[in-house]
């Protein structure tokens, strides 16, 4: 950013100044802010605000029986319609019944719920999140990580089971987190029991107004200021 001082001083005052100065020479910290759990039976569930522009860059639903994008999972595999317990988001199979059997969905295998499921992104997105669709035991924790593995924090632990393993979407929920310095990993928990979670998602998070807003108000000054000029005759 080039500026005139000299001449942005003798045409607005020092208020101005004082406000570009602070735009300029404010220090920039990560910062992070955690999503859900909500209720998510369709992307649309998505929660607003959370990825810049409304969606996601990236959400893998399963339904091509892989795990793609270059996310790798720390344990589990692709489930579907054949495995007779899927519980899939509800309208990954075309239809918003209640029920998501005839999805696909990732799950961690038997008693995996305490040790969790760990999704790794390769490319540090802003904004990340996943579906908790199923699992034993009688609480579900969150967990985000950045560069290096740093916890992010936790939501959770949080009651969401509903003692069925039929494929029921009624307790499906959606976890985000979004961090200026990027997501590196999220992690699903269950006190016991299995784990199975879908839409596993990443983008641009919606930017926070922090210096912008700085910005906007130094020129609010200056217009203003420049108004009053009075007018040589």
């Not at 100044?17 to 802010?33: D, F, N, Q």
């Amino acid at each position: 950013m080039s500026l005139d001082f000299e001449r942005l001083f003798k045409t607005t005052g020092l208020a101005a100044l004082v406000i570009i100065s602070t735009v300029i020479t404010a220090p920039v910290s990560a910062s992070t802010v955690f999503f859900g759990p909500t209720p998510y039976l369709s992307s649309s569930d998505i929660p607003a605000g959370f990825y810049a522009g409304g969606t996601p860059l990236v959400l893998e639903d399963f339904e091509d029986d892989s795990l793609d994008f270059g996310i790798t999972a720390s344990i589990g595999t692709v489930i579907g319609p054949e495995f007779g317990l899927t519980d899939s988001v509800d309208a990954d199979d075309g239809n918003i019944d209640g029920s998501g059997s005839d999805g696909h969905s990732w799950f961690g295998g038997n008693n995996t719920g305490p040790g969790g499921i760990t999704f790794t992104f390769p490319d540090l997105p802003t904004a990340a999140g996943v579906v908790w669709t199923d699992g034993g035991g009688s609480t579900v924790t969150f967990e985000a990580f950045g560069p290096g593995m740093t916890s992010l924090g936790t939501i959770g632990p949080v009651a969401l089971q509903d003692g069925g393993f039929v494929g029921g979407t009624a307790e499906d929920r959606f976890f985000g987190v979004q961090h200026s310095d990027g997501v590196l990993a999220i992690k699903l928990t269950n006190s016991a029991g299995g784990i199975e979670a879908d839409h596993v998602q990443s983008g641009v998070a919606v930017p926070e107004p922090g210096t912008s807003m700085l910005f906007f108000a130094a020129c609010t000054v200056i217009a203003v200021r420049r108004r009053r000029r009075p007018q040589l005759v």
